[in-house]
């Protein structure tokens, strides 16, 4: 409870609990929501690599990914290339788009897996573009009173997977991947959302989480940093999830 993350090693994989609920039951509305079997959240800023863990994750186990809707924002290529204009559309569509999202995995009978959730949309990527003043107040109040709306009607995850990645790391693999869209992002840009990301991860009390340093450690190819993932991981699996699909 109340422990520094950024106290911890940062070499090592970092597992919290500040939640008071037991373990298994999630609420929604200040009720039991329907029990989905094991959701998992992965959380991170752009380029942490989100996208691959839940793929190789959902490789290893009988999970269903749910990825961020990027490509589908119709909003987005334009959002980056005038920011104060497009701002209240673009997050309006994630709001929307993670919604219907939450809903959609609340029905699964198994385990779930999704790439960003909608609290790091609103406490991380709206709330930095009304800090910085690209998003007016009148606009922050708008997409406010929907998301506090919409919060009170989705269940937490069973964990939270939060990829800590400095912003250096996070540019070269930004260039790497050759998403266009992306490739003008102001670096400033990004160092406020790893601020963010930090602020957020720890004050976190949703439910349990593992912070998993993707610099310092590489499951991709490093067989003990990939051992040491998969057995914090599998901790927060049905007994029947944990048979691994492939060595």
Known sequence: MGQDVESLNPYEIIELDRSSRPRGERRRAGRAAPKVRNYIAVAGNIGAGKSSLVEFLCHRYDITPFFEPNEQNPYLEDFYGDMERWSLASQMYFLAAKFKLHLDLESKPLAV????????????????????????????KTYKLFYDSIRTQICPPDLMIYLRCPVNTVQKR????????EQNIPVDYLERLHNLYESWISSYTLSPLVIIPTDKLDYMTNLIDRHDILTTIEKYLEPSQRQRTQP
């Open 174 to 181: 930004i260039a790497m991947r050759g998403r266009q869209m």
């Open 113 to 140: 897996i999704q790439d960003r959730t909608i609290w790091e949309d609103a406490e991380i990527f709206a709330q930095n573009l009304y800090q910085t003043e690209i998003m007016s107040e009148r606009d922050w």
